[in-house]
């Protein structure tokens, strides 16, 4: 909706509604320069619609990259280039899946992908191949690791129902700190692998990333393999890490043992659940996604170490049903890390957060446990 379409009243809800969904301290918590989330919330306080205010950003800071670039200066052309690619990505968000959304996902992917081409080692766009789509996803080794004949450990990291890989750039560069590779991926039914790779979610999902494993494996640069998932993510990475013996360590950041459970407090939510099931019609997703579970038998499969972080107040994911998944869990080496007043994901206590994830992966990635000696 443009603001020549909306009265007052509606474009103000609806801009209040996206700043909730995207508060500052999840922007800046993920990348997005403080003044840029600055003059978004501002440009959307007087009716610009929100993806054309985050476009506006974004070119404005693809500008600056081009000029840094032709100066010589591929530091500064770097962090223009994810600038650009946070107000890309932020932009989207908002949209349904239409040629508008594809446009700026695709500005959002350039835009990130320049930067990558301008890491040391260079970021990989990597399509693995599933059924009759891919799976989209962007590899990063870090600096010294991986190279030479010494691999290095690898995690894969996701989001939820509207979560992007991209907004996890910033929990990459921790690991990447202590030598630790990362795969942002866009499982089936999210960002990428939905949009362009023709993929959606389905009971199967577990199948689709163990292939995605499969690709990890096979990579003579790589070592062992972790799973991080954030919000409906962290349901989706305990079932994975349960079904796939080859997941040597797992953090579940904000999730469930039942995605459902958002659309009992929020129940318009359905519009993000139904492009991720692929499914229309809002009752029929409604009811689909109840089938999705984790319970003492699937959970009994959850040997290798877990991790597992939630803030009290969540009412996205009540705390204890993230508690339960943690409790059910059969690993030995697990560990629970609850903020009183932690918001959904843990967004404002992001250093907090990423130190401890990736010092708890290093640990564990690093170590003969890695090699099997958990299972």
Partial sequence: M???????????????AHQRAMPLQ????????????????AAVDTGVAWDEAAEKLGKENVERAEEAAEAGHSISARSWWLAASCCFRVGQ???EDSARKRDLFNQMMDAYGRAGALSDPPVEHVHVPYQDGTLGGWLALPQRRGLGGESAPVVIIFGGFDGWREEYHVATTYLHQRGVGTLLLDGPGQGESRLFGNLVLDHDFTKAFSTVVDHLVDDPRLGPVGIWGNSMGGY????????????????VNGGTVRPAEILD???RFTAKVQPLLGIPDADEATRALGTYLLGEVELAGLTCPLLVLHGTPDQV?????????HDLAASTDKTWREWADGD????????????LVA????DRLTTDTATGGSR
Wanted: aromatic share 10%; with cysteine; hydrophobic share 45%.
């Fill in 359 to 362: 010092d708890w992966f290093a």
């Fill in 93 to 95: 968000v908002v949209l």
């Fill in 317 to 325: 994911f009540l705390v204890e049903n993230a508690r339960t998944l």
């Fill in 236 to 251: 989706l990475a305990a079932a994975v890490a349960a079904a796939d013996d080859r997941v040597v360590a797992c953090c």
């Fill in 2 to 16: 443009s603001s020549a379409d909306a009265t007052p009243p509606e474009w103000k809800a609806a801009a209040d």
């Fill in 344 to 355: 959904h994901c843990i967004y404002n206590h992001s250093h907090e957060k990423h130190t």
């Fill in 265 to 267: 407090r929020y129940p």
């Fill in 26 to 41: 999840r922007l800046t918590g993920n990348g997005m320069d403080y003044a840029d989330v600055v003059a978004l919330y």
